[in-house]
């Protein structure tokens, strides 16, 4: 194996993961990022974010890797740069490129004093034409220099699931690699050699596709679910058994039907309605996608419906929620469906009590005004009623007997001896 030099631009949760993953194989890891808190928190061995596993590989490859905010002395120091910036929605739905632009401009002005060749590649999720369309022309232009002759640029879309990213960075499903010139393919390819799942070299706007429909059917899978799952609730039927069977199917498959109050997290959401923008933008209406937001949108909101069954009136009545972050294993809250809950239990007047085991940081910087317990048996005890909004697995080992619980997760314990059992889809 040839020991790389890489650089990562942007820490967060998938520039952390994929560098440490690559320090953990053998190679040399700068990472830069613009939050210097960030950087501090790196260079002193501590995970900028949590996630499962990442603190012991920060530890164990301790000399492997350092942080900065200088993009010179990444570049100069590296061979292949990583851009893993966000890329986060507009009020309108539409990309916001902001910190793609800043992060292609800085690795152009540092590129142009660098003789050797360089690979730069896009991780971050980008619509369609945006590497070669965007990014291409700001590193040109800042660096003097030419792509695919004097640097090489690729688009290696990141598909990691948040909770479970270490693990999915050494076993992904497949890797796929945008490229145009030979001499970043091949060093790619020797970048990628250790990893055993299949590798799919395709053009670089095919490579920046793969990972918006990826997501988009996702998506769309658990809004069809929440929607037959609706369906299936006023039939008293409970979907999950109706999706076993279904999932039978070969051409099926069972993952993912995930019927319940709908998606959160950083990328279905933004990703989805950026591809919708961008369909709008060229003619087409995708009615479809448009539906997967709309059903989505609406479904946190079945969960107060169904809880004013049992409570009409919520005005100083005490709710609990169990959960915050948008999935369980980690403490990234971006759109999670706790979000649209508690804002409409605060407007009926409810006083909100909440626990999540890693969460609360976050979602208190947020939301100040609720109460935040030190423990899900605190939240119980305390509460009127319980709304569980995350399927963290602690709270599959809670006492709910003699509460109304409303569950938006399926928490089997939960199904069984509490005194009145709401869930979402069954
Ligand atoms: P994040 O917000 O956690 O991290 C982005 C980091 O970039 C932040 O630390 C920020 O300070 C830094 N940054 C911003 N501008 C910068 C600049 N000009 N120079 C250096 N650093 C800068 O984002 P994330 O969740 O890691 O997502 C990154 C990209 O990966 C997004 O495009 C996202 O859609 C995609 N993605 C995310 C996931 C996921 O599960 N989070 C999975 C697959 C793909």
Not at 30 to 56: Q, T
Not at 71 to 81: D, F, K, V
Not at 85 to 98: A, N, Q
Not at 303 to 315: S, V, W
């Amino acid at each position: 194996m040839k020991i790389m030099k890489i650089s990562i631009i942007g820490s967060g949760y998938v520039g952390i993961v994929t560098g440490i993953g690559f320090a953990e194989l053998g190679h040399n890891v700068i990472f830069v990022d613009v939050d210097e808190n960030k950087v501090n928190l790196i260079n002193s061995r501590k995970p900028p974010i949590y996630e499962k596993g990442l603190k012991e590989l920060m530890q164990k490859n301790k000399r492997r890797y350092h942080a900065t905010t200088d993009y010179y002395e990444a570049i100069m120091n590296s061979e292949i740069t990583f851009i893993c910036v966000g890329t986060p929605s507009k009020e309108d739905g539409s990309i916001d490129l902001r910190y793609v632009e800043s992060a292609s401009k800085g690795v152009g002005e540092a590129l142009a004093n660098k003789d050797d060749f360089h690979v730069v590649v896009v991780k971050s999720t980008v619509l369609p034409g945006t590497t070669e369309g965007v990014i291409k022309p700001l590193i040109e232009k800042e660096s003097g220099k030419k792509a695919f002759e004097d640097f090489g640029l690729a688009m290696n879309p990141e598909f990691l699931r948040e909770g479970n990213a270490v693990e999915d960075f050494f076993n992904p499903d497949r890797i796929v690699i945008g490229v145009k010139d030979e001499k970043t393919k091949s060093i790619l390819d020797e970048l990628y050699k250790q990893f055993n799942c299949p590798k799919l070299f395709t053009d670089i706007k095919t490579a920046e596709m793969i990972k918006y429909v990826s997501n988009a059917f996702l998506a769309t899978k658990i809004s069809f679910a929440n929607e037959i799952g609706n369906i299936c609730k006023k039939l008293g039927i409970d979907v999950y058994k109706v999706f076993e069977g279904v999932g039978l199917d070969h051409r099926i498959n069972p993952a993912f039907f995930r019927a319940g109050i709908g998606f959160g997290g950083s990328c279905f959401p933004k990703d989805v309605k950026a591809l919708i923008r961008k369909a709008e933008e060229l003619g087409e209406d995708p009615k479809i996608l448009k539906a997967v937001i709309e059903v989505n949108e609406k479904q946190p909101l079945k969960m107060i419906e169904l809880l004013k069954k049992h409570i009409p009136n919520l005005r100083n009545k005490r709710v609990g929620i169990l959960g915050l972050a948008f999935k369980p294993d980690t403490d990234d809250i971006r759109e999670s469906r706790a979000i649209p809950i508690i804002k409409a239990l605060i407007k009926e007047g409810a006083k909100v009590i909440a626990y999540d085991p890693k969460a609360m940081n976050n979602f208190a910087k947020m939301f100040p005004q609720i109460d935040y317990a030190n423990s899900a048996k605190d939240v119980i005890a305390k509460s009127d009623a319980i709304l569980i909004v995350t399927e963290w697995k602690e709270f599959e080992e809670l006492d709910y007997k003699g509460k109304i619980v409303i569950d938006g997760r399926r928490i089997e314990k939960a199904m069984k001896d509490t005194k009145i059992y709401e869930g979402m889809c069954w």
